[in-house]
């Protein structure tokens, strides 16, 4: 295999990665947090009902935040079939209804595994959220997987 | 001495299985093992302590690494920080040659896994890039093979003269033990692990554990 074979995310890389590319608002409604943890089976009070003297969001709750987009605009375009490789959240502080959390997203991670199918790009979106105190509350990663197309010269060798 | 010599744990960004509940599993299933190696991909887990473990349960818990080049996937034994230092185990385009002479350095064993698999498998590049120089040793049987994926790798071994060694590829934990490598005297240590391979006292094995 070439070497020239992962310049392209090796450009990606070094091009991309941790440099903010949007920010977005977010306001944080008690109701939605309890219909999301409704909706995840959730049953402790804490969690369900606004009324709870320690009612805050599931710590899962910001991976439904959505960004305006996952990747920069000029992000090269790898060809494939794109996949949702997932969610991680880390939770970092309680998140309460009526706080106004920022959300600036980045690339964090790029990087190539290979398998039976050929290789696979991975791309790491990672939205950090602040409140309005500047408290970093969560970090929210979407992994989006990009699998090759196997006709292509070279994918996946 | 039986030790399924290809495992990963979540360590590895598709490995499900924490090393703890591969333990339990060992022992609640009594899977006939008396250990694993931990061959996380395209990296060496420096950090991780499983001697805890190892004590708890009664099994002898190693690590390597399974790293990707031009013929497929290398199972890297005797993995030091010197050897982390020769080449950036995190590529997915690593040169075989490079990998080779890089373990001859440094006194590690680089062995090809499921060498009879598609697109990651030493045997589907062998046409392309010839018979590679420097190993002696390749995984006949694999716990996650397909078909006749295993067959094709133990003819390969047949045909070249290689030894063959057993590993599950598991990556959860009920495919602990799938297949395995039976040694001729006791293995302890990473360091045992090296020797006894490079003395080429060892068979793989398939294991039921259903």
């Known amino acids: ?28 409604v ?128 | 001495m039986i030790l399924d010599l290809h495992s990963h744990s979540i360590k590895s960004d598709d490995g499900r299985a924490k090393v703890k509940n591969y333990c339990q599993w060992i022992r609640k299933r009594d899977i006939g093992i008396d250990g694993f190696v931990l061959s996380e991909h395209r990296q060496f887990d420096n950090d991780s302590d499983y001697s805890p473990l190892a004590e708890e349960f009664g099994l002898t818990i190693l690590k390597a690494s399974e790293v990707e080049t031009e013929y497929g996937h290398i199972l890297v ?3 030091t920080p010197a050897l982390q230092q020769a080449f950036d185990f995190t590529r997915t385009d690593l040169r075989l040659a490079d990998v080779v002479n890089a373990c001859e350095d440094h006194g590690a064993l680089p062995i090809p896994a499921h060498p009879g698999r598609p697109k990651v498998g030493m045997g589907a590049h062998i046409a392309t890039h010839g018979v590679p120089e420097g190993i002696r040793i390749v995984e006949t049987y694999n716990g996650g093979s397909r078909g006749n994926e295993n067959d094709q790798a133990l003819s390969l071994a047949a045909e070249q003269g290689y030894l063959g060694i057993g590993g599950s590829d598991a990556h959860i934990v009920s495919h602990i033990g799938r297949c395995a490598t039976r040694f001729d005297g006791p293995v302890s240590s990473d360091a045992e692990l090296l020797e006894a391979l490079k003395a080429g006292a060892f068979e793989a094995i398939e294991l039921e554990t259903e």
């Not at chain 1, 440099?19 to 608002?25: A, D, L, N, V």
């Not at chain 1, 969690?47 to 992000?75: G, M, V």
């Open chain 1, 30 to 157: 008690a109701d939605k947090l309890a219909q999301y943890a409704a909706a995840c089976g959730e049953t402790h009070p804490r969690y369900t009902d606004p009324s709870h003297e320690d009612f805050q969001a599931t710590p899962t709750w910001c991976s439904c935040l959505t960004p305006n987009r996952l990747i920069p605009k000029d992000f090269p375009k790898f060809e494939g079939f794109s996949l949702d490789g997932g969610k991680d959240v880390q939770p970092l502080a309680p998140i309460r209804p009526g706080a106004v959390l920022t959300g600036e997203s980045m690339v964090h991670d790029i990087y190539t595994k290979t398998g039976r199918s050929g290789r696979m790009i991975f791309i790491v979106s990672r939205m950090e959220l602040t409140d309005q105190d500047g408290t970093k509350v969560a970090v929210a990663d979407t992994r989006i997987v990009i699998r090759e197309d196997p006709k292509k010269d070279g994918a996946g060798k």
């Open chain 1, 1 to 28: 295999m070439a070497e020239s074979q992962m310049d392209d995310i090796e450009g990606a890389r070094q091009r991309f990665l941790n440099h903010p590319f949007e920010s977005k608002s977010f306001e944080v």
């Open chain 2, 77 to 79: 034994y005797g993995v």
